[in-house]
């Protein structure tokens, strides 16, 4: 069997509507000035506690936490009345993937269990996920917790999966986990990074996406 493991906030599904105005909510409610949108949406993909750190290194622990409490009840306020998009074609490619015998996908995420549930529950992805690793139960990206363990629940060896992700950290943690890694080029940090993280392939559609993957993990039909 052979493993692709999907990032999902800036690769699967465009939601930096909803995280630029929940961190601007979070900042205004303690009085700190907001960060520029690229600054927010650099710390994308990273577990809440070390986007903060990295945002605000100079705020105390109580402060941090007092932003993340508004950020995550900002965030669940925007979901619902404005549920996240996917990309356009993600939907058809999950769709096509899953139908291969061969292929098991599966989610690593900094995004809250919750927040996942509902993005793959609103826009009926769910099933075709056997694993999904979230931020509650692993430390943040770049760790490789989450891909050890996606790998550990399906049986799937890393010499037969696959990492694909926009940002450096889903590069990097699949690197440390021993995947070959795909950056995809509509996402929130820039191709260069993501080459220089060493991304083994960048994609600029859903359609070379598919083809990365079976030349990376074989076409076995």
Known sequence: ????IFDVDGTLSDSQAQIVASVTRGFTAVGLAVPDRRTILSIVGLSLPEAMARLVPEATAELRAEIIETYKSSYHLYRQRDPAPLYPGAAETLDRLAGQEDMILGIATGKSRRGLNALCDHHGIGGYFMTRQVADDHPSKPHPAMVEAA?????????????????????EM???????????????????????????RIVDSFAALEAAIAELLGDEG
């Not at 069997?1 to 692709?4: P, Q, R, W």
């Not at 790998?151 to 590069?171: C, F, H, K, N």
Request: glycine share 14%.
């Open 1 to 4: 069997m052979k493993l692709a």
């Open 151 to 171: 790998l550990a629940e399906v049986g799937v060896p890393s010499a037969r999966a696959v990492m694909i992700g926009d940002t450096t950290y889903d590069i």
């Open 174 to 200: 699949g690197r440390a986990a021993g995947l070959a890694t795909i950056g995809v080029s509509w996402g929130y940090h820039p191709v260069a990074d993501l080459r220089d993280a060493g991304a083994v």
